[in-house]
């Protein structure tokens, strides 16, 4: 396992239409703001967006101009390596010290990978993976 950071996650509710997280990006896109992690689903008529981003203050700026109603949370990025049983024992670590896990989701590239944990008490859960 590698770096663990706590970042700022936003999140946007909005339509469940074509072109709904289209939008979001290109706000995000014409503000200049990379992103580092984005997971979205539809659910009947509502869809979420959660993004993480480079800048978190430029990103709801940003949002906020494309008239997106936002909500923030604090969560983990933990870098990992891309191989079997990664999220296993960093939730196997979270879970040895007591520590819930609300959601996670993750990525790979190569021999890389990330995850986002959403855990109440994020200091506790730095703690515990380093």
């Known amino acids: 396992m590698g770096k663990v950071v706590k970042a700022k996650e936003i999140s946007v509710k909005m339509k469940n239409e074509p072109g709904a997280g289209a939008a979001i990006f290109a706000a995000l896109a014409g503000a200049k703001v990379n992103l580092i992690s984005a997971c979205g689903w539809g ?15 430029k990103a709801k700026q940003a949002l906020k101009i494309a008239k997106f109603k936002s909500t923030s949370a604090d969560v983990l990025l933990v870098d990992l390596n891309n191989k079997a049983g990664a999220m296993a024992a960093v939730t196997e670590k979270l879970a040895a010290k ?23 008490g994020p200091a506790k859960a730095i703690k515990a993976l380093s």
């Open 43 to 57: 659910q009947g008529e509502e869809a979420v967006m959660m993004l993480v981003c480079a800048d978190y203050a």
């Open 98 to 120: 007591n520590i819930n896990v609300n959601y996670a989701y993750a990525t790979t590239s190569g021999k890389n990978a990330m995850a986002v944990f959403r855990i109440a």
